[in-house]
Structures are given as structure tokens and as C-alpha cells.
């Protein structure tokens, strides 16, 4: 079975500066999909950012980026120029290549301070 | 948009109740889920389902019952709710061969007294 694991229950940044969020996983499968979900106080999940497993090629989404190490199971997620509106939860989440088997992390809870 | 929805958005039942969530999407997406979210677990499955008349149990489904006859709809039973189904449930929906990732609904926060 697939487990996901977020060391980091809460972490804080200040408004502009960069910030990581940390984000192993196990699986014996070669292709599957990563995900970085962010959910704001309103409780609506949004997608923030996936990767396919098969691309060594980061993903990138404006100020979203990921460091996917295949090799370690590891799925960062890099925030620059942190805003307000960042604070939120943010979910790392796994799905392998068939789509049923979606599996979250536990969260980590980021606060953008001013 | 994918056109999902969850009602109700808020529910206080007691214990031994029967009490019945439900999901619906506009659109024929193949896979349909539950989940419940609860403080340090994350989000965890309680059922999916690939397809009509299709069902499968996740990491947590005792205590739930799901269906879905239609497509568009999958219900998704407590049938004597306990306090410890107190939580946030999510519906989501996959773009099964167009896009890997889910969808979700609003959610429902549900409570049980």
C-alpha cells in the first residue's frame, strides 16, 4: 500500500520570501502522478501543482514549483514570493497510473505573516 | 469545471441515526470518491467507485455503505452514525483518461451528537 508522510504540521513564513514544504511517500510502482493541494480556510481542495512520475523535469506553476526526487520518494514544494492569500493548508497527495488508489498526506498547516 | 456537488454542506445527527451524504457531478467522469478529513489524518478514502454498479472499499469504510446506480451519483450511508463519524467529508471525481487528478466537492461537515 501507498502511504504519504508531511513532517512538518505547521510551518511560517513572512509575506515575499521563499518557503519549502516537505513531502516523502513509498510505492513499488514505477509510474504514478504527485500532487500538492492546497485548502484555504474555506475547505474547497484546490490543486496547486502535479507531477508525472515518468518526467524528470520539475513541474513549475507561476510561483509553484516542485523538487521530485524519484530515486529518495521525495516531492517538495517550493513558494516564492510568499502572498497572504497562501495560508492555507496544503496536502501532498499520490495517485498511481490507474487513478483509483489517491492517497493524501496529513497536511501541513503554512501561515503567511505579514 | 467539473461540476461536483455536496449536500448538504452542514448536518447534526445523533447517534444511531441513519443519515445519507450526497454527491453529484454534472459531467460522466468514471471515478467517484469518498473521504473523510479529519485533524492529523489528512484526507482518508472511504469508498470509490470506477463506474456504475462499481464499488470499492478504502483505508477506513466500516460504518459506511455506498452506491451508485447512476453515474452522476454516489450517496454515501452512515447506517447508525457514531460520534466517531464526526468530520469533514469530501466527494471527488476523476477525469479518468483525460486528467489524474481529482476534483472536489465543497464537503460536509457532519456531526454527530
Known amino acids: 500500500a501507498q502511504t504519504v508522510t508531511q513532517s512538518q504540521p505547521e510551518m511560517s513564513v513572512q509575506e515575499a520570501e521563499t518557503v519549502t514544504l516537505s513531502c516523502t511517500y513509498d510505492t513499488s510502482e514505477n509510474n504514478y502522478y504527485l500532487f500538492w493541494y492546497k485548502q484555504p480556510p474555506s475547505r474547497q481542495m484546490i490543486l496547486v501543482i502535479r507531477?508525472?512520475?515518468?518526467?524528470?523535469q520539475n513541474a513549475t506553476e507561476n510561483r509553484f514549483s516542485v523538487n521530485f526526487q524519484k530515486a529518495a520518494k521525495s516531492f517538495s514544494l517550493k513558494i516564492s514570493d510568499s502572498q497572504l492569500g497562501d495560508t492555507a493548508m496544503y496536502f501532498c497527495?499520490?495517485?498511481?497510473?490507474?487513478?483509483?488508489?489517491?492517497?493524501f498526506g496529513p497536511g501541513t498547516r503554512l501561515s503567511v505573516l505579514p | 469545471d467539473a461540476g461536483i456537488t455536496q449536500s448538504p454542506r452542514y448536518k447534526i445527527t445523533e447517534t444511531g441515526r441513519q443519515v445519507t451524504l450526497m454527491c453529484h457531478q454534472t459531467?460522466?467522469?468514471?471515478?467517484m470518491f469518498w473521504y473523510r478529513q479529519d485533524l492529523g489524518h489528512g484526507l482518508r478514502l472511504i469508498y470509490y467507485s470506477a463506474a456504475a454498479d462499481i464499488t470499492d472499499k478504502g483505508e477506513v469504510p466500516d460504518g459506511y455503505v455506498v452506491s451508485r446506480s447512476k453515474t452522476e451519483n454516489f450517496p454515501l450511508t452512515l447506517e447508525s452514525a457514531t460520534r466517531s463519524q464526526t468530520s469533514v467529508y469530501f466527494c471527488a471525481i476523476q477525469w479518468r483518461w483525460r486528467a489524474p487528478e481529482a476534483f472536489f466537492g465543497q464537503g460536509t461537515r457532519l456531526t454527530v451528537v
Open positions: 507531477q508525472e512520475a515518468y518526467k524528470q
Open positions: 497527495a499520490f495517485s498511481n497510473n490507474y487513478g483509483q488508489n489517491f492517497v
Open positions: 459531467w460522466s467522469h468514471s471515478y
